[in-house]
């Protein structure tokens, strides 16, 4: 055992445990907890929590003492499982509900149909579900579930990175739910998760944020996942998050979407649209107060996410400086969706 770690495993043991102890006893302290030194925001109602800092954090207790973090995975998933289904009980010819997935290639197929698989396992909520594949071929036709939309849209170059923007954009001039969820396809949800978030549509709220925590499985734990084999529970999770804002899943009635331009189209390629997209979303009337569990499946980092000058993030670097009531107008004079590409294309790629 090295020094450094040593002092790690002291200081959650000395500081933390008597903090998390109490919280995994007792289920309505689970979602309070948090790291030294952040500050949590309770929801008015004390249904869940905001973080009180802009980015991402993992847990760091859990990493030093993954039991920790095992225990606190079941206590969540106990609470508000993900429940996996063929097909959804509840498919009204008007859906209130649309999830939205973009997709291209096969090395997440596995991944996409596992999400799709706790999609179809949401109750207590009429829903659809739109997969929009951005690849010049059409792979994925009669490889989805026979109650899922799929939508093919041809990159305008062979050479064209993905446009996870475009491809919500494009799913959302096609959605029929009042409720959007743009979703991403390595991430599983509980059972309740679109019911919960229309709920708080219809108490008059525009954008709704329910993630608290994020379980990050391993390589080798998301392999028995895909396989059917095992449990959530069978594995400390690798990493726990907190604060997810708007990345992997954020839900957003489809007016209040169009309303502020949607998702911006100039990021293709990895990284930074989300971002944008939440800081315009704050215009709106938001509910970003966390109480519900998610699982993300492992796979390798996305292709220049670790690049220091990646160019989607400098995008948003520039973008952050401009007024979010002033990117709306900007966006909102210009065609989005289109069958054609991604606007904004040319200036990304010059």
Same mark, same amino acid.
């Given at each position: 055992?090295?020094?450094?770690?040593?002092?790690?495993?002291?200081?959650?043991?000395?500081?933390?445990?008597?903090?998390?102890?109490?919280?995994? +006893?007792?289920?309505?302290?689970?979602?309070?907890? +948090?790291?030294?030194?952040?500050?949590?925001?309770?929801?008015?109602?004390?249904?869940?929590?905001?973080?009180?800092?802009?980015?991402?954090?993992?847990?760091?207790?859990?990493?030093?003492?993954?039991?920790?973090?095992?225990?606190?995975?079941?206590?969540?998933?106990?609470?508000?499982?993900?429940?996996?289904?063929?097909?959804?009980?509840?498919?009204?010819?008007?859906?209130?509900?649309?999830?939205?997935?973009?997709?291209?290639?096969?090395?997440?197929?596995?991944?996409?149909?596992?999400?799709?698989?706790?999609?179809?396992?949401?109750?207590?909520?009429?829903?659809? +579900?739109?997969?929009?594949?951005?690849?010049?071929?059409?792979?994925?036709?009669?490889?989805?579930?026979?109650?899922?939309?799929?939508?093919?849209?041809?990159?305008?170059?062979?050479?064209?990175?993905?446009?996870?923007?475009?491809?919500?954009?494009?799913?959302?001039?096609?959605?029929?739910?009042?409720?959007?969820?743009?979703?991403?396809?390595?991430?599983?949800?509980?059972?309740?998760?679109?019911?919960?978030?229309?709920?708080?549509?219809?108490?008059?709220?525009?954008?709704?944020?329910?993630?608290?925590?994020?379980?990050?499985?391993?390589?080798?734990?998301?392999?028995?996942?895909?396989?059917?084999?095992?449990?959530?529970?069978?594995?400390?999770?690798?990493?726990?998050?907190?604060?997810?804002?708007?990345?992997?899943?954020?839900?957003?009635?489809?007016?209040?979407?169009?309303?502020?331009?949607?998702?911006?189209?100039?990021?293709?390629?990895?990284?930074?649209?989300?971002?944008?997209?939440?800081?315009?979303?704050?215009?709106?009337?938001?509910?970003?107060?966390? +109480?519900?569990?998610?699982?993300?499946?492992?796979?390798?980092?996305?292709?220049?996410?670790?690049?220091?000058?990646?160019?989607?993030?400098?995008?948003?670097?520039?973008?952050?400086?401009?007024?979010?009531?002033?990117?709306?107008?900007?966006?909102?004079?210009?065609?989005?969706?289109?069958?054609?590409?991604?606007?904004?294309?040319?200036?990304?790629?010059?």
């Amino acid at each position: 055992m090295s020094a450094g770690f040593a002092r790690s495993l002291l200081g959650v043991v000395m500081k933390d445990l008597p903090r998390y102890m109490p919280a995994l +006893c007792g289920r309505d302290r689970l979602l309070g907890v +948090c790291n030294r030194g952040e500050v949590l925001e309770a929801a008015p109602d004390g249904s869940g929590y905001r973080c009180g800092w802009q980015w991402t954090s993992d847990l760091h207790a859990p990493k030093v003492l993954p039991r920790l973090g095992a225990r606190l995975m079941r206590v969540a998933l106990d609470r508000h499982p993900v429940r996996f289904c063929d097909a959804p009980a509840n498919r009204g010819v008007l859906p209130q509900v649309t999830f939205i997935i973009g997709h291209r290639g096969d090395r997440r197929l596995r991944h996409l149909h596992k999400t799709l698989e706790s999609i179809a396992g949401q109750h207590d909520v009429e829903l659809e +579900c739109i997969v929009v594949e951005q690849d010049i071929d059409a792979s994925l036709q009669g490889r989805l579930p026979g109650w899922v939309r799929y939508l093919h849209t041809p990159p305008p170059t062979a050479d064209m990175p993905f446009c996870r923007a475009w491809a919500f954009n494009t799913g959302a001039r096609h959605a029929r739910g009042e409720l959007l969820v743009l979703q991403d396809s390595d991430l599983l949800v509980s059972a309740e998760y679109a019911a919960a978030s229309l709920s708080r549509i219809h108490a008059g709220f525009q954008v709704v944020n329910l993630k608290r925590f994020g379980f990050y499985l391993s390589e080798a734990h998301t392999r028995e996942i895909l396989a059917n084999r095992g449990a959530f529970t069978d594995h400390a999770p690798e990493s726990i998050m907190q604060n997810a804002l708007g990345g992997g899943s954020i839900a957003i009635a489809r007016e209040a979407y169009f309303s502020i331009g949607g998702m911006d189209e100039g990021f293709v390629g990895w990284g930074g649209e989300d971002n944008e997209f939440w800081e315009r979303a704050q215009t709106l009337r938001v509910w970003p107060y966390g +109480c519900l569990p998610y699982v993300h499946l492992w796979h390798p980092a996305q292709s220049g996410k670790y690049q220091p000058e990646n160019p989607t993030l400098a995008r948003y670097r520039r973008l952050a400086g401009i007024d979010p009531i002033a990117r709306i107008r900007k966006l909102l004079s210009t065609p989005s969706g289109k069958d054609s590409g991604p606007v904004g294309w040319d200036d990304a790629a010059a």
